[in-house]
């Protein structure tokens, strides 16, 4: 982000040291109309500013791919890759209990998402795919939505994208849910990713959304 404001700021100097270039030409020959002032630097500022424009684009969607949406830190470090994956208890948008202790024996891509972020939702239909998939082979998608509103906002979204895996509540309000984001890191940005094994082990840890064949030759081996 330090990178986008420094491009902000130079844009701003340019434009600045361009209109003032233009002003002091103005004054020195008074007789000049302001429609000819200089008409292929408005044309070619007006581009320059588009093509600007599209990159800081591209730049924000870089940030929210690679690191997602940002949340407020807990001061808990992340459950660590090859370190057993910690065991958590939530609710499904029923009420019904759903621990990762359930799973045991499966391979379990776990995600913690919330239906407000972009890269979230951008992930949901290749977890829909994976598991469609692969579910008969062993794996099973777990998502945890971190939601302040809870299952009023999940179900509709669960709906609307025709989630087909089992999902937990695990917002600041959901029972279990702040103990289940600290044990996992707290997680500070979403989407973040866990692929686990057989065993319970973390293989792996994503955060920011990704392609589905990333997610696909992680797990193909664990099944």
């Known amino acids: 982000m330090h990178r986008v404001k420094q491009r902000l700021l130079k844009s701003h100097e340019f434009f600045g040291k361009s209109r003032l270039n233009e002003r002091q030409r103005w004054k020195s020959d008074p007789s000049r109309n302001m429609h000819e002032i200089s008409?292929?630097?408005?044309?070619?500022?007006?581009?320059?500013?588009?093509?600007?424009?599209?990159?800081l684009g591209l730049i924000t969607t870089l940030v929210f791919t690679l690191f997602g949406c940002q949340r407020s830190p807990s001061g808990s470090t992340a459950a660590g890759v090859n370190s057993q994956a910690p065991d958590f208890s939530l609710q499904d948008l029923d009420g019904k209990g759903v621990t990762l202790s359930q799973f045991?024996?499966?391979v379990v891509i776990l995600d913690f998402w919330a239906t407000w972020c972009p890269p979230c939702r951008r992930e949901i239909p290749h977890f829909v795919d994976l598991y469609k998939k692969y579910q008969d082979k062993g794996l099973v998608v777990v998502g945890v939505a971190l939601d302040d509103e809870g299952a009023k906002v999940v179900k509709p979204f669960v709906e609307e994208y025709k989630i087909n895996y089992p999902l937990a509540l695990g917002g600041p309000?959901?029972?279990g849910g702040p103990e289940a984001q600290h044990a996992y890191g707290g997680i500070q940005g979403i989407p973040t990713t866990f692929i686990i094994d057989k065993t319970g082990k973390i293989v792996d840890t994503f955060v920011g959304s990704r392609e589905a064949d990333v997610f696909e030759k992680k797990i193909q081996p664990l099944l």
């Open 39 to 55: 008409p292929h630097f408005m044309i070619g500022g007006i581009g320059l500013m588009k093509r600007q424009i599209f990159q």
């Open 104 to 106: 045991k024996g499966k």
């Open 173 to 175: 309000q959901a029972p």
